[in-house]
């Protein structure tokens, strides 16, 4: 009799905790979510002009051209920036495989932007992030880029370096993080300036 009531207690119990913690509250939540939140909510999509999504101000994407910036190199993937598989290289900086696809990357960022085969390379440009889909780089590492950049869509240096700044986010709360901007972003105001 007192098992019988004891286990009719625990499954009552197992019910309730799974409507109220599984069902109610994650509803309550995302409800709450898209009416406050809403383009966060959503993933931070960012659309063109025609509506159609083309990227996450949050995910990192490849660009390759000689007229955009490019991101952080990527681990995600068999070929980076791979969403669905997301993750760091897990080398470490003891490893020489680490070592020699940092070397490559330092030596193939100095000739694709005209750089001296000793100039200084900005950790960021050379280093996959622990995801892997790092969506920002460093101010550093774009006015490294600004010279081909410019060269290639046929600005000024200047015009570049202006969107630069105008893109540059500060530290998160005044005092957390580095100084960043989002790629994706700064390359869609490229495009625009460039019409």
């Given at each position: ?24 509250y ?29 990227g ?24 980076g920036?791979?969403p ?65 950049v410019?060269?290639?869509r ?5 015009q ?7 893109s ?10 580095e ?16 019409k």
């Amino acid at each position: 009799m007192e098992i019988a009531r004891q286990t009719r207690t625990a499954v009552l119990m197992i019910i309730v905790i799974t409507i109220v913690t599984g069902i109610m509250y994650p509803l309550v939540i995302t409800g709450l979510a898209q009416v406050l939140f809403p383009y966060q909510a959503n993933g931070s999509l960012v659309k063109d002009t025609n509506g159609n999504v083309i990227g996450s101000v949050l995910i990192g994407q490849n660009f390759n051209g000689a007229q955009y910036f490019h991101p952080r190199p990527s681990a995600a993937g068999m070929d980076g920036y791979d969403p669905t598989s997301s993750g760091g290289s897990n080398l470490g900086p003891t490893n020489q495989k680490l070592i020699d696809a940092v070397q490559q990357r330092a030596v193939a960022y100095r000739q694709e932007n005209g750089l001296a085969p000793d100039a200084q390379v900005p950790v960021d440009a050379i280093t996959a992030s622990a995801s892997g889909l790092d969506p920002d780089i460093s101010p550093a590492n774009a006015y490294l880029q600004a010279a081909r950049v410019a060269k290639a869509r046929g600005l000024s240096a200047s015009q570049v370096k202006v969107l630069i700044d105008q893109s540059t986010q500060g530290r998160t709360l005044g005092i957390l993080g580095e100084p960043r901007m989002n790629v994706l972003e700064l390359n869609l105001a490229l495009d625009a300036t460039s019409k």
